[in-house]
């Protein structure tokens, strides 16, 4: 196990070096500069200093090496367009993106699975045709239109929340003021996640329900709803759980549309901004700390398994 | 006896009332002009509120936590003092004498003096270590010297003329006694100073929230008296449509808006539309290194073959004014329109073509030695002006036989371009916002540094020179009189329009004046908020 372990870190961690040296490489040779250097005053000469005071007049590869020197020293560097440190607004950032990812994912669970196991007890039903509807709207409608619309009719038309941000600036800073601004965002968010969760749940418990087991609780007489909650749900969950947890390293990485269009300050603002801004520090320390996690849960889960599942060993 | 009492205390409370009452009534004229409140406007990304960097964000916080020596009269736009108090021109034409407020203090107590002003031109703004955006502006001085706490000589190389409107633009003092035992690798990013900035402006700084919003509140100190906003927030709205929805519901005050989006905030009843003018102009750019931009009679042709008036009526939304040439009618002592004018004749362009050896073949386009007049005008994406005014120029040229293409690319991709060495664009349109001054020589001067058009003039060359050493105001009215008709004839750049900037203001904000709004940040302390 402990030679697994060391072998899936060396794995890791090369893998880390893979994917930002391809981002720097992607990055850097990108048209146009970073936006720091756009100003219509600079000339030639101020351009010129700029870049090498950002050390951006060195080949590629010796501004990556600089790169990872400084982050093996556990620096990430400073931003171009902030000035702090890139690790610092990372962390103001992720709290943010795990509060509405939480929220988003709790709200497409809370919806998904009451509607899918509905739909698996009568399929082909009225009720069932309406689930999938909804479902083939939620996979399909586009999270840019779908968020302005909600903003209209809920902001705009009825006036009952905000159209976006976090806080209620210049009022008490309190929990309800936060999720009241929460709630357009997490719904945009869930609402495809909702559709995704709830035809797994659906295929799922239609195939538990074919199940023996099933047969046999319900001719020993349970009734229906103890057979589709405590039978058939808890099997089909094992299926859901998966998807759930596929969609996990999302939750760090943040949404870029949704946050954008609700102006929400979280990882996918972030990158979204930092991308156009070509803030070169910015985009490798979001590059290098999302797959770090993404890397991290991976081995966490196949780690997992071992004591989930007697039958896998690692040798 | 209970009832009594009960009955007296109804009676205080009344009484209470009736006073309250009363205390509203005769505050009720002075509502007019409204206190407290918070001013909130939109900034695309996180402010650096550092103002030796760029970026818009920068600069809109920078405006209000900072001051300039000097800064410009709201109607003629002229310099006049802000942390200078007047400034006199030495017989050597190279020396500036500026005296300094005296009651100025920084926003942690401390006293603003001279030694700031030389730290933050010597330190920071010369400092070849120190990469100061604005550097073209000023440099020509070569040194300050410091006569006493509230006198400071600046020194310049040559005579430069323009020496306090460049120190009005973009060029905030900063704290010495804070920043003075900063290493120069520290004042290229001074990370400790930007979490708690210090300035001398009319707000101070209060909270960053990353991603969120920057919060500046009223100096209670400021020397030019508390504003009346208790506070103004600049909040991180990146998307345009995000920005609408706020401004519709009240969580923006201001926002600045592109002509199409006239019509829907015009029906938003609380919001009203100022049509600001500023010191700008926009253009389609000719590559005066590449053949046939050097022809002068290809470039006029060009030129009256655009209908300008028509662009500026239907995309423009004629909010705005066709230009003449590069200096603003802000610019009232030195701007003259009595220039060539270059109204739409596709008749004539077709004739100078014609006789710049361009002629048609058999497909309709036009050749010169079996060459096609082939011509590609770069825009950048996103501007919706911008975009469609490169598209009706294609149309135009098109139809006195160019074989004209549009290539639209993102704005950091075209500015390398047009900045690479040598320039590889043909023509391509796009604005300056430049200092309220006259002096257009880093623009168009041969060795100009800013002269991305490659163009070259000895003529020009020698009036701009002539115009920035020359301090009578009568005198240099003159020389760039000449220079505006000479460049007009010559038609260096198509000059499109002056357009105004339309900014989307909820009517309860009083006292905004109608200026852009990065220079309308500049007199916030009459802003007020209303009911």
Excluded at chain 1, 229 to 237: E, F, G, V
Excluded at chain 2, 52 to 73: A, E, M, Q
Excluded at chain 2, 243 to 253: F, I, K, M, S
């Amino acid at each position: 196990m402990s030679r697994y372990l060391l072998r899936r870190l060396l794995h890791t961690v090369v893998l880390l070096l893979v994917v930002t040296v391809v981002v720097f490489a992607l990055v850097t040779q990108a048209p146009g500069g970073p936006s720091i250097l756009l100003d219509r005053n600079m000339g030639p000469e101020e351009l010129a200093r700029m870049r090498a005071l950002l050390g951006l007049d060195q080949p590629v590869h010796v501004q990556y090496a600089r790169w990872l020197a400084q982050v093996l020293q556990g620096n990430l560097g400073v931003s171009y367009q902030a000035g702090l440190p890139v690790l610092e607004i990372i962390l103001q950032m992720l709290p943010n993106t795990l509060l509405l990812s939480a929220a988003s994912l709790a709200l497409a669970l809370a919806v998904a699975i009451p509607a899918g196991v509905v739909s698996a007890a009568r399929p082909y039903s009225a009720v069932d045709h309406a689930v999938t509807t909804l479902c083939f709207f939620g996979i399909s409608v586009p999270t840019f239109w779908y968020g302005l619309m909600l903003i209209v009719l809920f902001s705009i038309v009825l006036g009952w929340l905000p159209p976006g941000g976090m806080h209620t600036l210049g009022g008490e800073r309190s929990a309800v003021d936060v999720a009241r601004h929460l709630i357009l965002p997490a719904v945009v968010l869930g609402t495809a996640n909702m559709a995704l969760f709830a035809r797994y749940t659906r295929s799922a418990t239609m195939a538990v329900l074919r199940q023996d087991y099933v047969r046999t609780a319900r001719s020993k007489g349970l009734p229906e709803r103890s057979v589709l909650y405590r039978h058939a749900l808890r099997n089909a969950l094992l299926t859901v759980v998966t998807v759930v947890g596929l969609q996990l390293p999302r939750l760090v990485g943040g949404a870029a549309i949704t946050e954008t269009v609700f102006a929400w300050p979280g990882m996918g603002s972030l990158a979204v901004r930092a991308a156009f801004e070509r803030d070169y520090p910015m985009i490798m320390g979001i590059t290098l700390v999302i797959s770090a996690v993404v890397a991290a849960s991976t081995l966490l889960v196949d780690v997992l398994y071992v004591y989930l599942d007697p039958r896998i060993r690692y040798d | 006896m209970q009832q009594i009492h009960r009955g007296v205390r109804r009676l205080a409370s009344l009484a209470a009332a009736v006073v309250v009452l009363a205390v509203a009534g005769s505050a009720l004229p002075v509502a007019a002009q409204a206190r407290g409140g918070t001013f909130t406007l939109p900034i695309i990304d996180n402010a650096r509120m550092w103002p030796i960097v760029g970026g818009l964000p920068n600069i809109l916080v920078n405006k209000v936590l900072y001051s300039t020596l000097v800064k410009y009269d709201l109607n003629n736009w002229q310099p006049v003092g802000d942390l200078a108090e007047r400034w006199t021109l030495g017989e050597d034409k190279l020396t500036w004498t500026f005296t300094l407020r005296r009651n100025v203090t920084w926003h942690d107590g401390q006293p603003f003096t001279a030694r700031d002003v030389k730290f933050t031109i010597e330190r920071l703004w010369l400092n070849p270590q120190v990469p100061f955006f604005q550097r073209g502006n000023v440099s020509e001085i070569s040194r300050v010297d410091i006569v006493d706490d509230y006198t400071v000589r600046i020194v310049t190389k040559t005579p430069f003329a323009t020496l306090p409107v460049m120190l009005g633009y973009l060029a905030n003092i900063l704290p010495e006694h804070i920043l003075g035992r900063y290493t120069a690798d520290q004042l290229r990013n001074p990370v400790e100073f930007l979490r708690n900035p210090i300035g001398t402006g009319p707000f101070r700084f209060a909270e960053a929230v990353l991603g969120s919003h920057v919060r500046l509140v009223a100096y209670d100190r400021y020397f030019g008296g508390r504003p009346r906003l208790d506070a103004i927030v600049f909040r991180v709205v990146a998307d345009l449509e995000q920005q609408l929805a706020q401004l519709q519901t009240g969580q923006l005050d201001l926002m600045i808006i592109e002509p199409h989006q006239l019509s829907l905030v015009q029906r938003m009843p609380h919001i009203q539309v100022i049509d600001a003018p500023q010191v700008n102009y926009t253009f389609v750019a000719f590559n005066h290194r590449l053949e046939p931009f050097g022809d002068r009679k290809v470039r006029q042709a060009l030129t009256h073959a655009v209908d300008r008036k028509a662009i500026l009526d239907k995309i423009y939304q004629g909010k705005g004014r066709l230009a003449t040439g590069p200096i603003n009618p802000l610019i009232s002592w030195a701007y003259t329109d009595k220039v060539h004018q270059f109204p739409y004749n596709p008749e004539l362009a077709n004739r100078l073509l014609e006789e710049a050896g361009w002629t048609r073949g058999p497909d309709g386009i036009r050749r010169k030695g079996g060459q096609p007049l082939k011509i590609t005008i770069d825009v950048d994406r996103g501007n919706p002006v911008r975009e469609q005014t490169a598209v009706v120029t294609r149309q135009y040229w098109r139809d006195v036989g160019v074989d004209a293409d549009v290539r639209v690319s993102e704005f950091n991709a075209l500015l390398s371009r047009i900045r690479s060495r040598p320039n590889p664009l043909q023509t391509w349109t796009l604005w300056y916002i430049t200092p309220p001054e006259a002096d257009i020589l880093a623009y168009y001067h041969s060795q100009g540094t800013l002269n991305e058009f490659g163009y070259a003039n000895p003529e020009l060359d020698r009036l701009l020179e002539a115009g920035r050493a020359t301090f009578d105001l009568k005198e240099r009215a003159k020389i760039y009189h000449q220079a505006q008709k000479f460049m007009a004839w010559d038609a260096p750049v198509i000059f499109l329009v002056y357009p105004h900037e339309l900014q989307a203001l909820n009517r309860r904000v009083q006292g905004w004046v109608k200026m852009g709004y990065r220079d309308a940040l500049t007199h916030m302390t009459n802003v007020s908020i209303g009911r």
